[in-house]
């Protein structure tokens, strides 16, 4: 049986990927990407703990079907707005979608 620290570890190691590419790239998608390791960190923590502290209840299960909800839904809004930011600016730099601002 592996155990629990090692799919801490795991778990840290993917969320920190995914935090260094929401922090150091550039283009919209590619930091939609990185928002979704994160939450996938997110999930392996969820089921690791279940696993090892309740197996007998089924709310780590449940909360990362929710996560996993979260994460689609994520998915959906995002492409749609940088879709419709790319019509109407021709690019989805992050650096250069500044609709916000006057």
Do not use: C, H
């Not at 990927?17 to 550039?26: C, I």
């Not at 390791?37 to 690791?48: H, S, T």
């Not at 909800?69 to 419709?84: D, Q, T």
Request: charged share 15%.
């Amino acid at each position: 049986m592996i155990p629990l620290s090692f799919y801490l570890i795991f778990a840290a190691g993917l969320f920190s990927v995914g935090l260094f590419g929401v922090l150091a790239r550039k283009n919209a998608i590619a930091i939609l990407m990185g928002i979704e390791l994160m939450l996938n960190a997110v999930n392996v923590n969820l089921v690791a703990f279940w696993r090892y502290r309740m197996p007998e209840m089924i709310s780590g299960q449940v909360f990362a079907v929710i996560v996993f909800a979260v994460a689609a839904a994520e998915v959906a809004v995002g492409l749609a707005l940088f879709i419709s930011i790319y019509r109407r600016r021709g690019t989805i730099a992050a650096d250069q979608i500044d609709l916000m601002k006057w």
